[in-house]
């Protein structure tokens, strides 16, 4: 036989010379949710070990999690219903919870990239990303909505805004909004190729920020469709966007493949909430190696073409990348 693929795969030092992907922690960014108050504190029923945590305990974490070599973290705000409100305008006060956590995580973590979701449905008493009338989401009316949630965190110091609302226009909109204001150094990190999805059902639960009517599948990609990706992504690009991310994504990875290889930036991808409560849920039940699965899957997510991952297993596996 004269070609014998085994060979290459004879030894684990061998394995480490042919291997074509290798997952590093600073590849990471961890989303969390914050809450105002220590008795908000609470362990999310469908994300067992994902925690809503108060700015203080997310210090702690964030310190860990730094000297293990993450380098970035998404915050999203859970709030009050009492804040919810149509016009979201909690999103942009510049003493909401958010806007403070991003400060404080600023002065303490001069270094760390701070990232921040754009997007009404944590604020919205609809559970909609976009403005609602008479049932219809209104898309040139949240754009301005969506630029002054966008600066009010460039104000408080995030360092990547995250427009994940899908209305169209928006990174230019945004755009503009944070260079007319100075932030031209605001980087835009846009949720491009967003699916209208059932894995980000646990993520609703941890932020109480379900649609109170209808669904999001006019505004979010429908699963069946990858050209559509490829447009959303050219134009997020056109409009100014620093990065561009498929999300969920695993499955998803064709879709990740396809942006990668068209894309000029770097590509993200987000390993969503049901994704991480399939995973935590097989392996708590001893039907699943929790260490094996969750590192092939990001793994392959990363082979696919991703630059960089959202995942809730960050801070675990730093430490597994540690050892
Ligand atoms: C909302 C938003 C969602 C997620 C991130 N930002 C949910 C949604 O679109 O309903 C989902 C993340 C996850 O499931 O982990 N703008």
Redesign the pocket.
Known sequence: MLIRPRRNRKNAAMRSLVRETVLRASDLIW?CFLVESSEQESEIKSMPGVYRLTTESLLTQVEELVGLGVGAIAL?PALEDSLKTPDARESWNEKGLLQRAVRTLKKNFPEVVLIT?V?M??YSSDGH?GVVKDGRILNDETLPILAKMALSQAQAGADMVAP??MMDGRIGFIRDVLDNEGFTDVSIMA?SA?YASA??????DALD??PKSGD?KTY?MDPANVREALLEVELDIQEGADVVMV??AMAYLDVIAQTADCSPVPVAA?Q???E?AMLKAASQLGWLDEEQVVMESLLAIKRAGSDMILT?FAPQVARWLRR
């Open positions: 989303p999203f979701d997007a449905d944590p990303d994940s609302d949720y967003k894995f980000y059902g646990p993520f609703r920020s379900a999001k979010q999300k969920p987000y969503v909430s049901g991480y809730y």
